[in-house]
């Protein structure tokens, strides 16, 4: 009889920690599946549109905040948000070993971006100095992390160009050389981002204070899109792309990037979602976000193609030994490369811009209203 009640003993053992450790993984299931929501673009079923841009705010900057370390009780442990956060704000150790990688800063960026746009459509709403004063802490932020991703951007231009024209660059000494200094650039730059524990604990603490005015925000429920009409009406006449020729060029399609991909994110903030769906909708400002992303992603070639040209363009012979440095020969054939794509791109944003702002600008409002009342409907 003992072996006999040990085996019934350790088999109920059994089966109540395989029980314990199922609820366990369901709770936690629910956990993620309740912070992917709180984080997730786009109007909830029956959530008013104040509040969910208000929860998606506070979603970016928490994912933000993550990224650089401060960890999740770091991010949402402010107290009542309105988004079921809780913690005991004590961010994670700003020591240097903890640093954020290239990737957790690029993903910040992306955040930030997400939050200027958001703030863009509820200039009105916020008023123009509550707006001034949140970009430029955003701005000062997004500033403090573009060393690392600026030299890997200009490293990725050079290798896309060498990629393109491998006989005329590829097999040239001055190009293998700007592309090992670049590449050297690039591992500095990266080692260095964020190193310093005060810069970091400065960084996470103006985001910090961002989030705790975000979450004070009170905006009226409004019926459609009537909150932000008027901000995304402003914001797609300046993304246009009317004016983009002249000696102002560069200055004029990076200014039309920047609303461009507001107008991606206020498409995507203003879609309608469903939490049991895998995926996002696949309606009228769905498409809108996708072909408003792959215009950016143009112009964004097109500018650092031509950030990439000033430098090598200005790095003269008393230059000699820093990073941009090249021959007369190099430096010419290079600058023949970036001409030749930025022409080929020029060419391909115009033809998207004029696919993407095609309606007159009633009609493209009246068919964005509707598609997020028809949302709204599903």
Same mark, same amino acid.
């Given at each position: 009889m003992a072996p006999l009640a040990a085996t019934l003993a350790a088999t109920v053992a059994l089966g109540v920690g395989v029980g314990l450790s199922r609820a366990r993984s369901e709770r936690e299931r629910r956990r993620l599946r309740e912070h992917e929501l709180e984080r997730r673009l786009g109007v909830l079923p029956g959530e008013p549109l104040g509040e969910a841009l208000r929860r998606m705010a506070l979603g970016q900057i928490d994912l933000a905040l993550e990224q650089l370390g401060a960890g999740e009780a770091g991010a949402s442990g402010f107290g009542a948000t309105g988004n079921g956060a809780k913690g005991n704000g004590a961010p994670a150790s700003n020591g240097a070993s903890n640093a954020p990688d290239e990737r957790a800063v690029h993903e910040t960026r992306k955040a930030i971006k997400r939050v200027r746009a958001l703030l863009r459509l509820l200039h009105d709403e916020l008023g123009e100095r509550a707006c001034a004063r949140e970009h430029?802490?955003?701005?000062?932020?997004?500033?403090?992390?573009?060393?690392?991703?600026?030299?890997?951007?200009?490293?990725?231009?050079?290798?896309?160009?060498?990629?393109?024209?491998?006989?005329?660059?590829?097999r040239r000494g001055g190009v293998r050389k700007l592309r090992a200094r670049l590449h050297a650039e690039h591992e500095r730059a990266r080692e260095q981002a964020l190193r310093d524990p005060a810069a970091?604990?400065?960084?996470?603490?103006?985001?910090?204070?961002? =989030?705790?005015?975000?979450s004070a925000w009170r905006l009226p429920e409004r019926k459609g899109i009537a909150l932000v009409d008027a901000d995304l009406e402003r914001g797609r006449r300046l993304a246009h792309?009317? /004016?983009?020729?002249?000696?102002?060029r560069v200055i004029a399609f990076h200014r039309w990037r920047k609303r461009v991909k507001d107008l991606r994110y206020a498409a995507e903030m203003?879609?309608?979602?469903?939490?049991?769906?895998?995926?996002?909708?696949?309606?009228?400002l769905r498409r809108l976000a996708r072909r408003?992303?792959?215009?950016?992603?143009?112009? /964004?070639?097109?500018?650092?193609?031509?950030?990439?040209?000033?430098?090598?363009?200005?790095?003269?012979?008393?230059? =000699?030994?820093?990073?941009?440095?090249?021959?007369? /020969?190099? =430096?010419?054939?290079?600058l023949r490369a970036v001409a030749k794509r930025r022409r080929a791109l020029r060419k391909l944003a115009l033809r998207r811009g004029k696919r993407l702002y095609g309606e007159r600008p009633g009609r493209f409002m009246r068919g964005v209203r509707a598609a997020h009342s028809a949302g709204r409907r599903r």
């Open positions: 430029a802490t955003l701005r000062t932020i997004a500033q403090r992390l573009s060393g690392a991703r600026d030299a890997a951007v200009m490293l990725a231009t050079l290798e896309d160009l060498i990629e393109r024209q491998p006989r005329k660059l590829g970091r604990a400065e960084v996470l603490g103006e985001l910090q204070a961002l =989030r705790w005015r975000v792309g009317k /004016g983009v020729g002249g000696h102002k203003l879609d309608c979602v469903r939490p049991d769906a895998p995926g996002r909708s696949d309606g009228e408003a992303d792959e215009l950016a992603e143009t112009l /964004g070639e097109e500018h650092d193609l031509a950030i990439f040209a000033a430098h090598v363009r200005g790095a003269g012979k008393r230059d =000699r030994g820093q990073t941009w440095h090249t021959g007369r /020969g190099t =430096r010419a054939r290079l």
